[in-house]
């Protein structure tokens, strides 16, 4: 049962990929925003910016993970017998 449950919480399609990469680009984008009020000037900016970039780092991670475990399933199931 608690497998069941863990799948839940594993990202398996690059369209749910893509919807974790928004909600994190929409939190991101929206605490930048608090940064800019608390902060005025350059500081704020560099803090929005450095929320935006978090985003991409996440983003392309997520992808690459997505690639690596289909290509390990792909070599798992090419190494089993038929």
């Known amino acids: 049962m608690l497998k069941k449950i ?3 919480f594993v990202i ?12 994190l680009g929409v939190g991101a984008i929206a605490r930048g925003m608090i940064y ?8 704020g900016k560099l803090l929005l910016l450095a929320c935006s970039g978090s985003v991409f780092l996440a983003g392309a991670k997520i992808f ?7 290509a390990e399933r792909e070599a798992a199931a090419a ?4």
């Open 6 to 8: 863990g799948r839940l």
């Open 36 to 43: 800019i009020d608390e902060y005025p000037g350059v500081g």
């Open 79 to 82: 190494q089993q017998p038929a």
């Open 64 to 70: 690459d993970c997505l690639r690596y475990e289909k």
């Open 12 to 23: 398996k399609t690059k369209f749910e990929a893509c919807l974790i990469i928004y909600a």
